[in-house]
């Protein structure tokens, strides 16, 4: 039995060593499917993408409030002069 693990935690470490860093998914525009517990898409790099697929099936398009551009830092720098 102890073999066994040994065994398995060996073979499963050069797929933890090979693994990258997972990263989000950052759009612009979400699909809100149902008024209050419908489903929420926010995978929509354009309106018009949006747009069609609600289309037919019900639903509207708004953008993103979580959405952060690429290169642009969230935290803003304040000025502080120190004495």
Not at 45 to 50: A, H, T
Request: aromatic share 10%; net charge positive.
């Amino acid at each position: 039995m102890r073999f066994v693990l040994l065994l398995a935690a060996t073979a499963s470490l050069p797929l933890l060593l090979t693994a990258d860093t997972a990263s989000a998914q950052n759009y612009p525009w979400c699909a809100q499917y149902g008024p209050r517990h419908g489903g929420r898409n926010c995978g929509f790099v354009s309106f018009e993408q949006c747009m069609a697929t609600v289309s037919g099936v019900g639903g509207y398009c708004e953008t993103n409030a979580m959405f952060r551009p690429e290169g642009r830092s969230s935290a803003r720098k304040s000025r502080r002069h120190r004495r």
